[in-house]
């Protein structure tokens, strides 16, 4: 952990990853509202959030593939680049089948998120330093995924719409793509020079 706080990419994925935090659950949370105040029923709001945790899974084992065999950055970005065009999106939705498409689109990016993030982490600094890069990224994921529900409340409390907290979602999302896409992972050169840095502040 004392070695990767010095990276910088670390604290691009850090931000892209407080960002989408951010938008993900609020998007998520607020589908239902949404849904039910553009006239589509209770019924449909349900089905929609429903087809959203089954693309979840879908996605988490898809992406997850593909990070497998292609570059994790990469797909992280365009997943993240996806997900910036899901809100844009729901502010069209006005059909069943829209919504349940829509729904079923934003589970496969968001459970993709989930798997790409950790495959991305172990890669760039090490699986088995794992768990103390998660120790430092996980509070501030979970301080976004709290604020980002509460806030789109807040937003459309003070506007009586979606239009302006789904826009910064969209544009939140957009700069966690380019974040994403700007960590290039350190080189081995970088992380041997940082080891032996940390191993000597410690015998001093």
Known sequence: RGQVIRLPSFYLLITSFGLIFFAVPGLFFHTFPYLTDQGLG??????????????????SLALGFLAERYNPRLILTWDFLFISIAPILLLIVDTPAEALLWGFFLGILQGGMFTVQQVILA???????????????WPVQMWANAAGPMSASIAYDYTGNYVFILSLFAFLSLAASLCVYLSRPPSKITLIRLRELEKGRART
């Open 123 to 137: 890669d760039y600094y090490g699986r088995g330093s794992l768990g103390a890069v998660r120790g430092v990224a």
């Open 42 to 59: 209770s019924g449909i709001a349900v089905a929609t959030v429903a087809l959203t945790a089954i693309g979840s899974g879908l996605g």
